[in-house]
């Protein structure tokens, strides 16, 4: 029988609930681990299906819990679980398998609505050429994947890997966060603001410039639902 793990990765729920915005795509039974302040699961065998969510935390911050995680992602990739990991969870997966210079932290945060083109078809995502957009709120970055292992799925103007999956196992890594619709995404840019997170910019510069303007594909119905449909190896 099908069941999800999600891995709740937030350190402040007062500034972002991820559950709140996947929990209304969950097609099969799930259980909620939430990283920071839990122990890891100790039987993954109880679940065909993982997804892993963002975080304020630092994929780059070497803690007992993103540690532990990792750690958990490998035994999970080694069992042929259907794994997902969005935003943070995108960053984790590719340091717990190719190791910290897989991650880096950007120069600048990259936060707003970006127009992208699926490079590769996908199950998740869609086909070749089509245009994903979505919302985007990070301050690190996948920089590096080698090329034997995964594909590359989305690439920015100054961003080289924003989705990948593995080649020879159900893993995906998605940096948008398709779970968040516009009003949610401002939401969480005004949260962020009065939290005083550092190069946030105003949320009045999404309503007065159109590269900027708010788009949402509403892709995180199509990802979700083809997560839960695979199989696990």
């Not at 998605?174 to 516009?182: A, C, D, F, R």
Request: proline share 7%; hydrophobic share 40%.
């Amino acid at each position: 029988m099908k069941r999800l793990l999600f891995v709740d990765n937030t350190i402040d729920h007062n500034l972002y609930r991820p559950l709140d915005h996947f929990k209304p795509l969950f097609t099969l039974p799930y259980a909620v681990y939430h990283a920071p302040t839990e122990a890891t699961p100790a039987d993954l065998d109880h679940y065909t299906h993982i997804l892993l969510s963002g975080s304020f935390a630092s994929t780059l911050d070497n803690v007992d819990w993103i540690l532990d995680e990792a750690e958990m992602i490998r035994a999970a990739v080694e069992k042929g679980k259907v794994i997902l990991g969005s935003c943070f969870g995108h960053q984790l997966i590719a340091r717990a398998l190719f190791g910290p210079e897989a991650v880096r932290k950007r120069e600048k945060p990259q936060i707003g609505w970006l127009d992208l083109q699926l490079l590769e078809d996908d199950r998740l995502l869609g086909f070749q050429g089509e245009q994903v957009s979505g919302f985007f709120f990070h301050f690190d970055e996948v920089t590096a994947l080698p090329t034997a292992e995964a594909v590359t799925l989305l690439a920015g103007p100054d961003s080289r890997h924003l989705a990948f999956r593995l080649k020879n196992k159900p893993v995906w890594g998605i940096q948008p966060h398709y779970e968040l619709g516009v009003a949610q995404g401002f939401e969480l840019i005004s949260t962020a603001t009065d939290q005083g997170a550092p190069g946030v910019p105003p949320k009045e510069l999404f309503f007065e410039s159109a590269p900027h303007r708010p788009r949402d594909s509403a892709h995180i119905a199509r990802i979700m639902y083809q997560f839960q449909q695979q199989e696990s190896l």
